[in-house]
T-cell receptor
């Protein structure tokens, strides 16, 4: 079965640079979620999109922006990167109407800021 | 705001034995979902088991079962016949309704001793 695809899997950036993380949801899934997991921490919700519209917003810094495109893939844009942005970034997807509205997680993008 | 608390940062169990991981949560909602996720060293988030709050019957999935106490807002995970492959970080998570964010606990690192 198809899973959530995230690219790149690993990314190394320097402070003050920008980064773009991509997420390709499972086919026919209409909702995408972004989570950030710092070292030794639990995943923290950043933002979500349903049918290309922002549906919820969590603790996402103003330096970050995200969108969902017409093909339902999503991109998380991160600017003016800081050392504290080093984390594992998960994307998850779900489909409206599924019995449990299950969120299926991608493998994550590991971002290292040096 | 909803909160999820896991009071056991680390737990260990002997292979083939049973272990119980604890989780408490706080919410003012009456309908919601609770989950246990497993995160092995690969860092992939794997759904172990889910519980719908309106169901009194405790969920079970093979060797995994939960003890859901809605009034006490408690949601523990029991792993029977523990296997070496069960070693991982386990996160308890709450979700209010369809399409909403997951709120995670701090996690419990489970070690399985041969």
């Amino acid at each position: 079965a198809a899973g959530v695809i995230q690219s790149p899997r690993h990314l190394i950036k320097e402070k003050r640079e920008t980064a773009t993380l991509k997420c390709y949801p499972i086919p026919r899934h209409d909702t995408v979620y972004w989570y950030q997991q710092g070292p030794g921490q639990d995943p923290q919700f950043l933002i979500s999109f349903y049918e290309k519209m922002q549906s919820d917003k969590g603790s996402i810094p103003d330096r970050f922006s995200a969108q969902q495109f017409s093909d339902y893939h999503s991109e998380l844009n991160m600017s003016s990167l800081e050392l504290g942005d080093s984390a594992l970034y998960f994307c998850a997807s779900s489909r409206d109407g599924d019995r449990y509205y299950e969120q299926y997680f991608g493998p994550g993008t590991r971002l290292t800021v040096t | 705001a909803q909160t999820v608390t896991q009071s056991q940062p680390e737990m260990s169990v002997q292979e083939a034995e049973t272990v119980t991981l604890s989780c408490t949560y706080d919410t003012s909602e009456s309908d919601y979902y609770l989950f246990w996720y497993k995160q092995p060293p690969s860092r992939q988030m794997i759904l172990v088991i889910r519980q719908e709050a309106y169901k009194q019957q405790n969920a079970t999935e093979n060797r995994f079962s939960v003890n859901f106490q809605k009034a006490a807002k408690s949601f523990s995970l029991k792993i029977s016949d523990s296997q070496l492959g069960d070693a991982a970080m386990y996160f308890c998570a709450y979700r209010w309704t369809s399409g909403s964010r997951l709120t995670f606990g701090e996690g419990t690192q489970l070690t399985v001793n041969p």
